[in-house]
């Protein structure tokens, strides 16, 4: 069995700090709810936060054992529901301004973990692409 990188435990860092954001929403009462139409589009109807429970989970054990498919799909992932955050946060401050309530700390933070998953992500793929070249 390979030794996880330090690159690679960030990557899964990352994701688990994806959880509790959702949780925290959960916990202090935020609905879930899409407050107008570009936001339900943005939020896959309401259910973006359900995959991004399930997603994780999903692909930690490829992550941990450094599959290099695990890496492209959830940087593939990662890109599209950063995009998606993005629309949500232009929703939240332009088009429904008030509507969002605390969700707009939590999406702005969801953004943040999202580009470290990306950063990270691709920086282990790269590291370990060139690790099997030199072997």
Known sequence: M?????KTLMVILALEGLMPGIFI??????PFEPQSTLNTIATLGGN??????IIPL???PLIAKQ????????????????VLTVITLIDLLFVTPGSGG??????????IIQIF???FS?????EMIESKRHN
Do not use: C, D, Q, W
């Open 67 to 82: 599959i290099r498919g695990g890496f492209l799909a959830l940087i593939i992932i990662v890109s599209f529901t950063g």
């Open 2 to 6: 390979n030794k996880i990188t330090n």
């Open 58 to 60: 999903i692909l930690i």
């Open 25 to 30: 929403g959960l916990e202090k009462g935020y």
């Open 122 to 126: 691709y920086r282990a793929r790269k």
């Open 48 to 53: 973006r936060h359900i995959l991004a429970i």
């Open 102 to 111: 605390f969700g707009l700390p939590i999406a702005a933070v969801m953004l």
């Open 117 to 119: 998953i990306l950063i």
